[in-house]
């Protein structure tokens, strides 16, 4: 009997999964430092999704952050686009190149939740990007999903933090309405957290990710599933495996979900 994991390789898992070169280290490339794999330059904890908001740059004279929030929820995706892609909110607008909307199918069932743009994606505009992007298609494909087919993607933040530092409570804070709505409109079935900050946020845990991992959590009701940030598997190779079954257990799940 050949093991599990020839099988996988013969599934072409393997190969598909090994796309980083050599020394191609780029700028986005992200840590999940959880207690063994903390990173000493990534030390900031993980904010709240949804702490009180105080008030912020960029709002509208007499408009509390509580409206804005309000305001923010009851937008339909047109209103919503051009307001993430005007929003001046914290200071994080005055470094980045353009925000980072999200992309995919706005009624699917699965939603990719990353933590923010890193260079390249606040250079094009798209989420997962670059290598981490093509491990994700990978990941995916190997679900026999793909991107923009029944699966949409999107940060907590919409704004690149400099030199990919952690987000700063207030600015997730100014920017978590935007996630919530998006949520709201695409209603999905499924959250998979990807990355420390990512699954913190959300879940408004300091947990590491290997203590989150392989449980069903909820995200104002609906599950979610957390698993680590393609950027950390790409310097990290011993975890594809590990991520490789938070994928099959989402997957699981979900049928569970539709069968119920």
Not at 12 to 25: E, F, S, T
Not at 90 to 116: I, P, S, Y
Not at 137 to 146: P, Q, V
Request: charged letters at 25%; glycine letters at 8%; one cysteine or more.
């Amino acid at each position: 009997m050949i093991s599990r994991e020839q099988k996988l390789i013969e599934m072409g898992l393997g190969p598909v999964w090994r796309l980083r070169q050599a020394g191609d280290a780029t700028e986005e490339s992200k840590e999940e430092p959880s207690q063994a794999e903390a990173s000493p330059t990534r030390t900031a904890s993980a904010a709240p999704l949804r702490p009180t908001v105080p008030t912020a740059a960029g709002l509208p004279p007499g408009v509390s952050a509580a409206e804005r929030e309000q305001r923010i929820l009851r937008m339909d995706w047109t209103e919503l686009k051009e307001t993430v892609a005007g929003c001046i909110a914290c200071n994080l607008c005055k470094t980045r190149r353009q925000t980072v909307f999200g992309t995919g199918d706005e009624h699917a069932e699965w939603m990719l939740v990353g933590e923010a743009p890193g260079a390249e994606e606040d250079a094009r505009g798209e989420p997962f990007v670059g290598q981490a992007g093509l491990l994700l298609d990978s990941m995916l494909a190997a679900l026999s999903m793909k991107r923009g087919e029944n699966v949409y993607i999107a940060n907590v933040l919409k704004c690149r933090p400099p030199g990919n530092r952690n987000p700063e409570p207030g600015e997730v804070a100014r920017c978590s309405p935007h996630l919530l709505r998006q949520l709201a409109l695409i209603k999905p079935k499924l959250i998979l957290a990807m990355g420390r900050f990512a699954a913190q946020s959300l879940l408004e845990s300091e947990a590491s990710i290997a203590s989150m991992r392989g449980r069903v959590h909820r995200y104002q009701g609906l599950p979610v599933i957390v698993t680590y940030h393609p950027a950390y598997l790409l310097r990290n190779l011993p975890d594809k495996y590990k991520s490789w079954q938070d994928l099959v257990f989402a997957k699981k799940t979900m049928e569970s979900l539709k069968a119920g």
